[in-house]
């Protein structure tokens, strides 16, 4: 059974490892756009509604969906980054002149979607991730089984070479 088990989810441990690695060292590899330097300035920041306003007009200019997952407001380091709901661009917002500084697709957070099972439920927009929590719950069930069964298997045969050897001495 453990090998069977195993065998089984060889392809989506393989995957679930390769994309873990990625995600570990998304900074070094560059897979997550870097925070754009701003210099220090004494105007007063723009509102939120301001970033939110030249965000959605700049990506409209790019005929891509508008719809805004978030906003990562950084007011100490002049920056606003704005991700979309229905895409991967991440745009970086000066907080002080609202210019579009930087336009960039976020890699990491396609690695994260292969990595935790999501990618399929974007890719047919299910919204309530039932194949995500399939596949977690699958692989985490998976890997608890062949980690108890594999320690059983590797304790079994020292149990047998003990009761052998107190056999013997009897």
């Known amino acids: 059974m453990h090998s069977l088990v195993a065998i089984s989810l060889l392809i989506f441990i393989t995957i679930m490892s390769a994309t873990g690695l990625l995600l570990a060292w998304k900074d070094q590899l560059g897979f997550k756009p870097a925070t754009v330097k701003i210099s220090a300035n004494t105007k007063p920041l723009i509102s939120l509604s301001q970033i939110e306003y030249n965000a959605i007009h700049y990506i409209d200019s790019l005929k891509l969906s508008n719809t805004i997952n978030r906003i990562d407001y950084r007011p100490r380091k002049g920056i606003a980054k704005v991700r979309f709901e229905e895409h991967f661009t991440e ?8 210019a579009i500084i930087s336009e960039k697709t976020r890699t990491a957070d396609i690695i994260e979607m292969i990595h935790d099972g999501s990618i399929v439920d974007y890719l047919f927009n299910l919204k309530s991730n039932p194949l995500k929590l399939f596949y977690s719950t699958l692989i985490g069930l ?3 089984f062949v980690s108890f069964s594999g320690f059983l298997l590797w304790l079994r045969p020292k149990q047998i070479k003990k009761n052998k050897r107190l056999l013997s001495e009897l």
């Open 91 to 98: 745009l970086q917002i000066d907080c002080y002149t609202g």
């Open 142 to 144: 998976g890997l608890l």
